[in-house]
């Protein structure tokens, strides 16, 4: 039997997604376009349907909400929050932080344009400070991508998943587009896993050594082998982890790479296209960190050409072209300030592709 | 919530660890850590305390106090201490916030957790410098003295006058005890010399342990210490306790601000 489908908008799928995936606690933070998540779970609270559900708290700032974020997580339990772009900026400090103290917890940060104030339209201006490690220090973010409701309902279970796992937080980035969009989903059935929190979590010393969750070593040498250790877990998870879409892109002569509310449009403009009788295929990444290196290397190496296409002047594009490796025609099509591009604007950039990077 | 009892304990104390603390001589930073593990003894907390460890001298106090701590950003650790209590209730969280972690960069964070009532405990440790970092202006630098960031004196017409944390907390309704006290021996005449009390240290032991009480009575707690940073003020340790008797307690009288549940009383 399939699940009952429901009528949702991208920020009301991830509350429902997240409560689904066995949330505990929730700081939250107002900020458009992002605040239905948290309207959505404060209308929740207390529903008996999600008895799991224990904290609700809204915050006085971004800063407190990332703290109380950290103070939870150190408890062990399944914590997020969400916000937009000038907040996901205030929140790097405390990312930062818990990259260094090993915390599992989830983010979502629900990109609008920038820089500054920007305005509430959907950007994918965030990549950068989303997979390259916004904060101060050595250490990266999971980052998950959804491109449509259904993927907003289903990527909080990997990412707590993902965040118990390797401890560390998890970032789910969104746009404008996914989190305003209202799309039909469903939501298979699902039990959250346990994680085993008993060698770190801060519960109290009882019966054992104290734990010290801190991101601080003032002797070098230590505080190497510290990074050093968080280092060879990213390996772990470049090696395990990466996630990406991969749509007729098998006999494609023009691969377009996108992620989000961009590769949904692509996705279209790669129907369109393969009506007329042109090869086109789509790569979608899906986690943005770690990005899907090996697989982009490959199809280049199929001697396919590549057109990146963001909502910002060019963020992941240096990831492609440092993927491609050299000789392999990679463009670009940006759009910004909340502007999205057309089908027809994609498809004249696929049937006049210029090489930005050789 | 249940009422939290003494239980006097002499000897080595279980919350303190053998490690010897980095404070310079004369810091009552090392005084407090003691205060504070007698009372995680004798009120039988030590295992389900956790210290939020804040940005400033006290950061190193994981190495001391032997209870789980988790080490917070420059002036978040009410922030971080509400997160938790709120997933693990049963836990009894404090934090040993500086001057300029408490008052200045994390003013927002302390204020609202007073105000949501949040079951805390903080100490502030009052020596009107930022102390770590090697002696700039705190909010509670007082008028006229030397720091590396005010060398011709802190001017009020600048930077504002000394900003009183004790008072504005007694003001926030959700704080339901607010004590000033200090870790600062006090001189006495003599004939025979320089003589101290250790007063202050005897009444603020008493304020540490009703500052977790109220805790566990679901409070928040605040207590703030007065306290001397000679290397900083650029005096020897006596001259540093005599400057805090004639200037730092004028500008901040010793006192209780408030006490909801009344347990000074008891």
């Not at chain 1, 950068?128 to 973010?141: A, D, M, P, V, W």
């Not at chain 2, 609202?112 to 009052?126: D, G, M, Q």
Request: with cysteine; charged share 20%; hydrophobic share 40%.
């Amino acid at each position: 039997m399939s699940a009952p489908r429901v009528y949702l908008k991208g920020n009301e799928a991830l509350a429902y997604g997240a409560l689904e995936a066995g949330l505990n606690a929730y700081f939250a933070y107002p900020i458009t376009p992002s605040s239905e998540a948290p309207e959505t779970l404060a209308k929740e609270f207390g529903n008996k349907k999600y008895p799991e559900f224990k904290i609700f708290l809204q915050s006085a700032s971004e800063l407190e909400a990332i703290y109380m974020v950290l103070g939870a997580a150190a408890g062990g339990v399944r914590v997020m929050t969400a916000t937009s772009s000038p907040g996901f900026s205030l929140k790097q400090e405390g990312l930062s932080y818990a990259a260094g103290m090993e915390l599992p917890f989830l983010v979502a940060d629900i990109c609008r344009a920038g820089p500054g104030l920007g305005n509430l339209g959907p950007e994918q201006s965030d990549y950068f400070q989303s997979t390259k490690g916004g904060g101060h220090g050595s250490y990266r973010l999971i980052v998950l991508a959804p491109d449509s409701v259904q993927e907003m309902v289903l990527f909080p279970r990997i990412a707590f998943d993902l965040a118990f796992k390797y401890r560390n937080p998890v970032l789910i980035l969104g746009d404008a587009f996914i989190g305003q969009l209202k799309e039909d989903v469903e939501f298979p059935e699902f039990t959250p896993p346990e994680y085993d929190i008993s060698s770190w979590a801060i519960t109290g010393a009882k019966g054992r050594e104290p734990h010290i969750l801190n991101s601080l070593e003032l002797d070098y040498q230590k505080h190497y082998q510290h990074i050093s250790r968080i280092y060879e877990k990213y390996k772990q998870v470049e090696a395990n982890e990466v996630r990406f879409e991969d749509y007729l892109t098998e006999d494609a002569e023009t691969v377009i790479v996108a992620f989000g509310i961009s590769a949904r449009i692509a996705k279209g403009v790669v129907n369109r296209l393969r009506g007329k009788g042109l090869k086109v295929g789509l790569f979608r990444p899906i986690t943005l960190w770690p990005f899907p290196r090996d697989a982009l290397r490959k199809l280049a190496s199929q001697g396919k050409r590549f057109l990146v296409v963001e909502l910002n002047t060019g963020q992941m594009v240096e990831d492609v072209i440092l993927s491609v490796g050299k000789g392999v025609t990679v463009d670009f099509l940006g759009k910004w300030g909340g502007v999205v591009p057309t089908e027809g604007e994609i498809e004249n950039k696929v049937r006049g592709l210029e090489v930005v990077a050789v | 919530m249940s009422e939290l009892n003494l239980k006097k304990k002499t000897g080595k104390l279980e919350s303190l660890t053998d490690m010897p603390t980095h404070y310079c001589a004369g810091c009552e930073h090392g005084t407090l850590t003691r205060l504070i593990a007698s009372a995680m003894d004798e009120l039988g907390i030590r295992e389900r305390a956790v210290m939020i460890d804040s940005v400033g001298c006290s950061v190193l106090a994981y190495n001391y106090l032997n209870c789980d701590h988790i080490v917070a950003a420059h002036g978040r650790a009410p922030a971080v201490a509400g997160g938790l209590k709120r997933v693990r209730p049963d836990l009894m969280i404090f934090t040993v916030q500086g001057d300029g972690d408490a008052v200045a960069i994390g003013l927002a964070e302390l204020i609202y957790a007073a105000k949501r009532s949040t079951p805390i405990t903080v100490f502030l440790v009052n020596n009107g410098i930022y102390g770590m970092t090697g002696g700039q202006m705190a909010p509670t630098t007082l008028e006229g003295q030397v720091t590396t960031t005010t060398p011709y004196g802190r001017d009020p017409a600048l930077t504002g006058t000394e900003l009183d944390a004790s008072k504005l907390l007694a003001g926030i309704d959700g704080a339901a005890y607010v004590r000033r006290a200090s870790l600062v021996v006090t001189e006495l005449a003599s004939q025979r010399g320089t003589v101290y009390t250790i007063k202050n240290l005897l009444d603020a032991k008493k304020w540490v342990e009703n500052a977790f009480k109220v805790q566990a009575l679901g409070g928040f707690a605040f207590v703030e210490l007065l306290s001397t940073c000679s290397v900083n003020w650029k005096m020897s340790v006596l001259e540093a306790k005599r400057f805090v008797q004639e200037h730092t307690i004028k500008k901040f009288p010793l006192g209780l601000y408030k006490d909801t549940f009344g347990v000074e009383k008891k």
